[in-house]
C-alpha cells in the first residue's frame, strides 16, 4: 500500500471514529467533508449537494415570521437582556456607526439605532441647556454700569 492510501484510510477511520461520538443532533447538522459525492447531509437525509444552499434559505424563510417569539421559547426570554446588555456594552454615542453582520432579524442593529437616536437628543439637550447671553454694546461705560448695578440689585 502506498504512503498517500494509508494516510487516507487513517483519516476515514479518525473521522468515522469522531462521528460515532457525535450526538445525533451534531450528525444531523453536520456536513459531509467528502466532494467525490452528489449528495450532501442536511437534517436527516441526504440531498443534492446543489440544492442545500437553497434548501438552508428555505428554512429561514419559513422562520423568519416567528424567529423571536421561537428565542423567546427557547431561551425564557433571556435573549432580549443579552441584547440589551449587548447594546449596553457598545456605549452607543452620536455619529457612531455600526455594521450587524448576518444580523437576523436587524433587532439588535434597530436597538444599537434607538441607542445612538437617544445619545443624540441627549447632546442636544445638554447643548440647549447650556446658558449664554450676550449684551452688544456701542458704549463702553455701559455694560461696566450693568455690571455694578447687578451685583447690588
Known amino acids: 500500500m502506498s504512503a498517500i492510501m494509508l494516510r487516507a484510510m ?4 479518525v473521522q468515522t471514529s469522531v462521528a ?3 450526538s445525533p443532533v451534531s450528525r444531523a447538522f453536520a456536513t ?11 437534517g436527516f437525509k441526504q440531498v443534492p449537494r446543489q440544492q442545500k444552499e437553497q434548501l438552508v434559505g428555505q428554512v429561514f424563510s419559513n422562520v423568519a415570521s416567528s424567529y423571536d417569539t421561537m428565542n423567546d421559547l427557547m431561551s425564557g426570554g433571556l435573549h432580549r437582556l443579552w441584547k440589551d446588555r449587548l447594546v449596553e456594552s457598545l456605549s452607543p454615542f452620536p455619529g457612531m456607526q455600526h455594521l450587524d453582520v448576518a444580523g437576523g432579524t436587524g433587532d439588535v442593529a434597530f436597538r444599537v ?3 445612538i437616536r437617544a445619545a443624540e ?10 446658558s449664554r447671553y450676550s449684551v452688544p454694546q456701542q458704549q463702553p461705560a455701559q455694560p461696566q454700569q450693568g455690571s455694578q448695578a447687578s451685583m447690588h440689585p
Open 10 to 13: 487513517r483519516a476515514a477511520v
Open 20 to 22: 460515532a461520538q457525535l
Open 32 to 42: 459531509s467533508t467528502t466532494d467525490d459525492t452528489d449528495t450532501i447531509d442536511f
Open 113 to 115: 439605532l434607538r441607542a
Open 121 to 130: 437628543q441627549l447632546e442636544q439637550q445638554q447643548q440647549q441647556q447650556q
